[in-house]
């Protein structure tokens, strides 16, 4: 009997914790109706407000110039989730906010929340890996050359909290000189790096691997300034520092989309494109080539050069001086020269005896970081077909450059259109003033890239026949034995001698004449 009693007893355990759990899923589904149809529930328990972080502020519109965010106090009502097309499992749409929600995978946490008199649920985010993309990439070179004021300059600005720009001429070492800057921010602030390679990617993708970086995800139908929108809430509450590298002619229209709230953050920007929107003004750093001091430190630098170069001075002063001290060049000639140490008793005067065609030399692969060909190409393809008519038309000019008036009549053009040109050009950093003011030239290996791609299109007559007709009317114009009375001709005189060795070369006796 006693058996019987206990069974009894069990069986009405059970059949009580049964009608709790149903009960309880009653009240939550009734809960969950009422709350959905838009009504306040009438047996709605009022929980202790669990400890909430203060969401970040958010901007409606991608910055022109980078202002800090609102402080706390005065954060704005945020948007609500659903307009961003939030899917939530049994919670009320209209009362979650971006501010609650971020974007991110949500996870069910225990309990609820009370604010502004309306019981609220609460989310945590879901942890994410880093993204591909978002770490610190490692450095090509065998150790980082100092590269003067401008390290100074972009490390003052980074420690300002503020945005900053490394730009110039494709391989001159812009990525190097970030990755050297972060990996100093890495060492004494763990994690705090950012780092996006943007390259030819999307903007979508850009957006994608800063979340993952930051732990957040998007809705699926979320657009460009809504994803902007996460995005700043995310960095608006952290101290970061976060670089896009290698932005190209296409994305310059999305970066504003891309930059951080500076402060708290700071960013640091490197592309070809001298001119980049979004950036406030002075925020442009120029890298240009290397000294030849910094050119032969890189050289030494190289395992196994370091003695040879001291012993073969010389020749390897010649070899910065071939290579243009251009970063890239350099280091392509260094890859190249170690595996001919034993070709001869002087390898470094020998390889630089040998090196001709320095385009085709100066390559050990395909990839933009393995030919300085198909380096250069990037910035190529970046422009639009006449802009690329137009620059490969300055192959035929002497390497002391060429006045606006002269690429005019190259072009087919009146000058202010031409100086517009020369403008676009100069914000690819395929053009360069040069010393002489007013005036214009072409860096030594670009010159040669012009060369090559003139000869390509199968444009060279045309162009140096224009060069030539050209001179000859300035120098009709302007005759004369005293080259005071005309000083911006004797500039050209160097372009006169070109000019006459390709007619002599060409057959050109009408230009001679």
């Known amino acids: 009997m006693l058996q019987n009693l206990q069974q009894l007893s069990l069986s009405i355990w059970l059949a009580a914790a049964v009608g709790i759990a149903v009960a309880s899923l009653a009240v939550r589904w009734f809960r969950q109706t009422f709350e959905l149809a838009g009504f306040e529930f009438p047996f709605k328990v009022i929980f202790k407000r669990r400890e909430k972080a203060t969401p970040a502020p958010v901007t409606s519109q991608p910055p022109t110039l980078l202002t800090a965010p609102p402080p706390p106090a005065t954060i704005p009502t945020l948007r609500p989730a659903r307009e961003f097309g939030v899917e939530t499992s049994g919670v009320s749409q209209s009362q979650l906010t971006v501010g609650d929600v971020a974007g991110r995978d949500l996870k069910k946490a225990e309990g609820d929340y009370l604010e502004a008199g309306a019981v609220k649920n609460v989310y945590e985010a879901a942890p994410l890996p880093l993204a591909s993309g978002s770490g610190i990439p490692p450095s090509r070179a065998a150790r980082f050359v100092d590269r003067g004021p401008i390290v100074d300059r972009l490390r003052k600005a980074i ?103 500076t402060p ?30 910094q050119a032969l430190e890189l050289l030494r630098g190289v395992e196994g050069l370091a003695e040879l170069a001291a012993r073969e001075e010389q020749a390897a002063n010649d070899m910065c001086r071939l290579c243009g001290y251009h970063p890239l060049a350099l280091d392509l000639a260094a890859r190249r020269l170690l595996k001919r140490l034993h070709d ?87 053009v360069l003033p040069a010393e002489t003011a007013g005036r214009f030239q072409l860096h030594d290996l670009l010159h040669e890239f012009a060369r090559l791609k003139l000869r390509e299109a199968e444009e060279r007559d045309a162009a140096h026949r224009a060069h030539g007709e050209f001179l000859i009317a300035l120098f009709g114009e302007h005759y004369t034995g005293d080259p005071s009375t005309a000083p911006g001709v004797t500039h050209e005189l160097d372009n006169l001698r070109a000019a006459a060795e390709w007619a002599r070369a060409n057959g050109e006796g009408r230009l001679l004449a």
């Not at 920007?269 to 290397?290: F, K, N, W």
């Not at 990839?367 to 035929?396: C, M």
């Open 264 to 293: 708290p953050c700071a960013a640091l920007v490197t592309s070809r494109q001298i001119e980049l929107p979004g950036l406030p003004l002075g925020a442009m750093h120029s890298l240009d080539v290397m000294t030849e001091a």
């Open 344 to 430: 001869s008793r002087a390898p470094i005067a020998a390889f630089t005896q040998n090196l001709k065609d320095r385009l085709a030399q100066l390559k050990t692969g395909e990839g933009p970081l393995e030919s300085l060909s198909a380096n250069f190409e990037l910035s190529y393809a970046d422009l639009s077909e006449s802009d690329r008519v137009r620059f490969r038309r300055l192959a035929v000019f002497a390497a002391t450059g060429f006045a606006p008036r002269a690429a005019a009549a190259l072009w087919g053009e009146s000058e202010d259109q031409a100086r517009d040109s020369i403008e676009r050009l100069q914000n690819a950093s395929l």
């Open 159 to 261: 420690r300002a909290e503020s945005a900053a720009a490394i730009v110039g001429v494709g391989g001159v070492g812009k990525t190097e000189l970030a990755r050297f800057l972060a990996n100093e921010i890495e060492d004494t602030s763990p994690g705090s790096v950012l780092w996006i390679t943007v390259a030819d990617r999307p903007l979508a993708d850009v957006h994608r691997r800063m979340a993952g970086a930051l732990g957040v995800t998007f809705p699926p139908n979320a657009d460009a300034q809504s994803r902007y929108e996460i995005l700043l809430a995310a960095l608006g509450s952290s101290r970061r520092t976060v670089i896009l590298d290698d932005i190209r002619a296409g994305f310059k229209p999305h970066l504003p989309f891309c930059l951080p709230p």
